[in-house]
C-alpha cells in the first residue's frame, strides 16, 4: 500500500476497501475523514466532460485523449505561454495544470467546455454526472409528479423519455425545431440568479415539467438531448456556476436561434 491513499465512498464497496485497509496499516497511521468538496464534485464534472469531448470530436483528423483535452482546455482558459522545447521541433505550454486551480478557475473551464461543445463545428452533448448520495436532482421525483402524468421533462443526454400522447396537448402543433426553440425561451425565462437558490431551482424544476408537456410525439432523442444540455446550463446559472451572459450563447447555440431570440 501507498503512503497516502484517497477513498470517495460511493459504495459498500468502498466502505469494505477502507476497513481493509484500516486492518492493516500501521500503528501511527493517521486517517481523516471530511465531506466531499465543491472541488471534487467539480473535478468529477470536468473529467466526465473532458471525456465525452474526447469520444466525440475529432480535432483536424485527430482523435486526442482526455488529458490531451484538459491540457487544451487549461491552456486556453489561462493563456498558457508556449516556449520551445528541448528537443528541436517541439513547443511547450507552461503553466497548464489543473491542481492549482481555484473553484472559480474551475467552474470556467467547465463553462468553457460546455461553451465548446455548443459550437456546430463541433457539437458535444454532455451527460450530467450522477451523484449517488441524492436523488437525480435533474429529473422529477415520482412524489413531484400528478398520478397519471406520463408527460416527461427533456431528457438528459442518454435518456430517453416518453412524449405525451398525440392531441393531449399542443404538442401535436409544433415541430422539433420549434419545440427546441420553445424550451430554450422556457427555461431561460424561468433561470432566476440571486435570492433564494432552492425556490429558483423548484420553479426551473416547475418549467421543466412544463416544457416537457409541450414535447412532440416522436421527437428525436438528439433533440432532447439538447433540450436536456439547455436545461442543464440554465441550472448552472442558478446554481451560480455560470454567469448569465455566457450561458446565453450557449443555450441560443444549442437551441439554433439568435440570442435575442432567445431573449425576447
Same mark, same amino acid.
Given at each position: 500500500m %501507498?503512503t497516502?491513499?484517497?477513498?470517495?465512498? =460511493?459504495?459498500?464497496?468502498?466502505?469494505?476497501?477502507?476497513a481493509?485497509?484500516?486492518?492493516?496499516v500501521?500503528a501511527?497511521?493517521i486517517?481523516?475523514f471530511?465531506k466531499?468538496?465543491?472541488s471534487n464534485e467539480?473535478n468529477?464534472?470536468?473529467?466526465a466532460?473532458l471525456?465525452?469531448?474526447?469520444d466525440q470530436v475529432v #480535432?483536424? @483528423?485527430?482523435k486526442l485523449?482526455?488529458?490531451? #483535452?484538459k491540457?487544451?482546455? %487549461?491552456?486556453s482558459? *489561462?493563456k498558457?505561454?508556449?516556449v520551445?522545447?528541448?528537443?528541436? @521541433?517541439?513547443?511547450?505550454p507552461?503553466?497548464i495544470h489543473?491542481s492549482?486551480?481555484?473553484v472559480? $478557475?474551475?467552474? =470556467?473551464m467547465i463553462?468553457a467546455?460546455?461553451?465548446? @461543445?455548443?459550437d456546430?463545428?463541433h457539437p458535444?452533448?454532455?451527460?450530467?454526472p450522477k451523484?449517488?448520495d441524492?436523488?437525480?436532482s435533474?429529473e422529477p421525483s415520482?412524489s413531484?409528479? !400528478?398520478? @397519471?402524468?406520463?408527460?416527461?421533462?427533456?431528457a438528459?443526454?442518454? $435518456?430517453?423519455?416518453d412524449?405525451?400522447p398525440?392531441g393531449s396537448?399542443?404538442?401535436?402543433s409544433l415541430t422539433?425545431a &420549434? #419545440?427546441?426553440?420553445t424550451?430554450a425561451r422556457m427555461l #431561460?425565462?424561468?433561470?432566476?440568479?440571486?435570492g433564494d437558490t432552492?425556490?429558483? /431551482?423548484?420553479? /426551473?424544476? =416547475?418549467q *421543466?415539467?412544463?416544457?416537457?408537456?409541450l414535447c412532440?410525439? &416522436?421527437t428525436?432523442?438528439a433533440i432532447? &438531448?439538447k433540450a436536456?444540455?439547455i436545461? *442543464?446550463v440554465?441550472k448552472?446559472?442558478?446554481?451560480?456556476?455560470?454567469?448569465?451572459h455566457r450561458a446565453? !450563447?450557449?443555450?441560443a447555440?444549442?437551441?439554433?436561434?439568435d $440570442?435575442? &431570440? /432567445?431573449q425576447a
Amino acid at each position: 500500500m %501507498t503512503t497516502r491513499a484517497t477513498v470517495i465512498i =460511493n459504495h459498500p464497496s468502498d466502505r469494505e476497501q477502507v476497513a481493509r485497509w484500516a486492518q492493516k496499516v500501521e500503528a501511527g497511521t493517521i486517517v481523516e475523514f471530511r465531506k466531499k468538496t465543491r472541488s471534487n464534485e467539480q473535478n468529477a464534472k470536468l473529467h466526465a466532460m473532458l471525456g465525452e469531448v474526447a469520444d466525440q470530436v475529432v #480535432w483536424y @483528423g485527430v482523435k486526442l485523449k482526455v488529458e490531451d #483535452w484538459k491540457n487544451m482546455f %487549461t491552456a486556453s482558459l *489561462r493563456k498558457a505561454q508556449v516556449v520551445p522545447g528541448i528537443d528541436p @521541433g517541439t513547443v511547450v505550454p507552461l503553466g497548464i495544470h489543473t491542481s492549482t486551480m481555484t473553484v472559480d $478557475e474551475m467552474s =470556467n473551464m467547465i463553462e468553457a467546455i460546455y461553451a465548446f @461543445g455548443a459550437d456546430p463545428e463541433h457539437p458535444v452533448i454532455f451527460k450530467e454526472p450522477k451523484d449517488p448520495d441524492q436523488p437525480n436532482s435533474d429529473e422529477p421525483s415520482p412524489s413531484s409528479e !400528478p398520478a @397519471g402524468d406520463t408527460a416527461s421533462a427533456p431528457a438528459a443526454a442518454g $435518456e430517453d423519455s416518453d412524449p405525451p400522447p398525440p392531441g393531449s396537448s399542443p404538442a401535436a402543433s409544433l415541430t422539433e425545431a &420549434e #419545440w427546441l426553440k420553445t424550451a430554450a425561451r422556457m427555461l #431561460w425565462s424561468a433561470t432566476n440568479v440571486g435570492g433564494d437558490t432552492d425556490a429558483n /431551482l423548484a420553479i /426551473l424544476n =416547475n418549467q *421543466r415539467l412544463a416544457v416537457g408537456d409541450l414535447c412532440p410525439p &416522436e421527437t428525436a432523442s438528439a433533440i432532447k &438531448e439538447k433540450a436536456g444540455s439547455i436545461y *442543464r446550463v440554465c441550472k448552472q446559472a442558478v446554481l451560480s456556476e455560470a454567469p448569465p451572459h455566457r450561458a446565453v !450563447p450557449v443555450i441560443a447555440a444549442y437551441a439554433g436561434m439568435d $440570442e435575442k &431570440e /432567445l431573449q425576447a
